[in-house]
């Protein structure tokens, strides 16, 4: 079942090329914060590009237990963010829409590390700094210190994002799609890698 997948990655390496995992992720969800800190460090050393799906709207359409989950999202964020060192600042969901702003931005941001190194404290500040209400000045800031410039909003790139990760299969944020497969990535990680390792992207 894995050699399709095998052959392609070994094919993508002769060509000196790099593995992708997409990770879908929210800017309002405590999950994705751990999934794409943990996620970002992991692969850091493996030929591997991190690309950023930020997304808004996810979920399964009329669901009635919405405001339940994002309850439980944050016990679990708090237990799998203590096993990377990390405290949760936030004691309850972030009001919906209110740091989808930053999706824009990232969405219509150049990949690569600069955008990377932006999301990541982005989502330091938001879940395990201050858990004081969304300051769109200071998050401005925080993007010239990393990407320079101002960022330009890309709302439809937002929507292709989500359009893509329903057509991937995941319906929740984190999501990594890796090579055919994918995983909720707050915790999922090692599989993730495991997964890796077997295509042949091992940490140089």
Do not use: N
């Not at 052959?7 to 994705?32: I, K, Q």
């Amino acid at each position: 079942m894995t050699l399709p997948a095998r052959l392609r990655a070994r094919a993508r390496r002769r060509r000196h090329g790099r593995e992708r995992v997409e990770l879908f992720f929210a800017f309002d969800d405590p999950c994705s914060a751990v999934a794409v800190l943990d996620l970002s460090a992991r692969l850091a050393p493996r030929p591997v590009d991190l690309i950023l799906m930020p997304v808004i709207e996810r979920g399964i359409a009329g669901d009635p237990a919405v405001a339940q989950k994002r309850d439980y999202a944050i016990t679990d964020a708090r237990r799998l963010a203590r096993r990377a060192g990390l405290v949760l600042s936030r004691e309850a969901p972030q009001p919906a829409g209110e740091s989808a702003f930053l999706a824009e931005w990232v969405a219509g941001g150049e990949p690569g590390e600069a955008l990377l190194g932006f999301t990541t404290a982005a989502l330091r500040r938001l879940w395990f700094e201050t858990g004081a209400v969304v300051d769109r000045a200071a998050f401005l800031e925080l993007w010239r210190a990393h990407v320079g410039g101002d960022p330009v909003p890309d709302a439809g790139a937002v929507r292709a994002c989500e359009k893509r990760m329903a057509r991937r299969g995941p319906y929740e944020t984190p999501a990594a799609w890796v090579a055919g497969r994918w995983y909720f990535a707050h915790d999922r990680a090692p599989q993730i890698c495991e997964w890796l390792d077997v295509l042949g992207w091992a940490p140089r």
